[in-house]
């Protein structure tokens, strides 16, 4: 988070999007004003957080820490846990069944990408359905997915133009939901600058899936 105003700015403009065509929004940070969710990293942040927050995230390269997944579920509250890129959608039995030990069944999946040789991120629409079969809602992240990692690069790059594409065809797969960053001017994002959409592109992304749920 930058800073308020900027924040509060991003997420009333895209929970009106939403709220044109029917959709529901949730705000990735904190917040008073909107459903909101965040990361947590450590075990010991489940309970700091879970007063504050709809949702709780575990990270993609955290998805397999037993620890971290058993305190999240014992919060009660909904726990999203994003794939790792090295997982298959089969594999986040895994994750499930360790929240699941907890007696908490509020679990949510979310689709980052495959990585493959040279720090490329693809998305892999096998996964999507195996996953959506596992029986839980699955979430495609839509920016996050269209990123490269190249080897000796300062920050990180990608072709944001995949992300409408990715949320069309994750749509098809029977996804619940989508993710995605956000910016007014996403050259000047702090973070992810290269893959952020900008509003029109938002808006964009949203009809577009909206379109296909019609």
Same mark, same amino acid.
């Given at each position: 988070?930058?800073?308020?105003? !900027?924040?509060?700015?991003?997420?009333?403009?895209?929970?009106?999007?939403?709220?044109?065509? *029917?959709? !529901?929004?949730?705000?990735?940070?904190?917040?008073?004003?909107?459903?909101? !969710?965040?990361?947590?990293? $450590?075990? *010991?942040? &489940?309970?700091? /957080?879970?007063?504050?927050?709809?949702?709780?995230? /575990?990270?993609?390269?955290?998805?397999?820490? !037993?620890?971290?997944?058993?305190? &999240?579920?014992?919060?009660? +509250?909904?726990?999203?846990?994003?794939?790792?890129?090295?997982?298959?959608?089969? *594999?986040?039995?895994?994750? /499930?069944? +360790?929240?699941?030990?907890?007696?908490? *069944? +509020?679990?949510?999946?979310?689709?980052?990408?495959?990585?493959?040789?040279?720090?490329?991120?693809?998305?892999?629409?096998?996964?999507?359905? #195996?996953?959506?079969?596992?029986?839980?809602?699955?979430?495609? #992240?839509?920016?996050?997915?269209?990123?490269?990692? #190249?080897?000796?690069?300062?920050?990180?790059?990608?072709?944001?133009?995949?992300?409408?594409?990715?949320?069309?065809?994750? $749509?098809?797969?029977?996804?619940?939901?989508?993710?995605?960053? /956000?910016?007014?001017?996403?050259?000047?994002?702090?973070?992810?600058?290269?893959?952020?959409?900008?509003?029109?592109?938002?808006? $964009?992304?949203?009809? #577009?899936?909206?379109?296909?749920? +019609?």
């Amino acid at each position: 988070m930058e800073d308020y105003d !900027t924040c509060f700015k991003l997420a009333t403009f895209a929970e009106s999007v939403c709220k044109k065509h *029917d959709l !529901t929004y949730i705000f990735k940070a904190l917040s008073k004003n909107f459903h909101v !969710t965040t990361d947590i990293h $450590t075990p *010991d942040q &489940a309970n700091e /957080i879970a007063e504050f927050v709809d949702i709780i995230q /575990i990270p993609s390269f955290l998805s397999r820490q !037993t620890d971290l997944l058993v305190e &999240a579920g014992h919060t009660n +509250k909904i726990i999203n846990v994003k794939k790792f890129q090295l997982l298959s959608g089969q *594999d986040m039995v895994r994750p /499930i069944e +360790k929240i699941l030990s907890t007696k908490n *069944d +509020k679990i949510m999946l979310t689709e980052r990408g495959t990585m493959v040789p040279y720090g490329n991120v693809i998305v892999d629409l096998r996964n999507l359905i #195996d996953m959506v079969n596992l029986g839980y809602p699955v979430v495609m #992240d839509c920016t996050h997915s269209c990123q490269s990692l #190249d080897v000796g690069q300062t920050c990180t790059n990608g072709r944001k133009e995949m992300a409408s594409i990715y949320a069309q065809a994750a $749509t098809i797969c029977g996804v619940s939901g989508h993710f995605a960053e /956000i910016y007014e001017q996403p050259e000047r994002a702090l973070c992810d600058s290269t893959t952020s959409l900008s509003f029109n592109e938002f808006e $964009t992304l949203i009809s #577009d899936i909206s379109n296909l749920l +019609k």
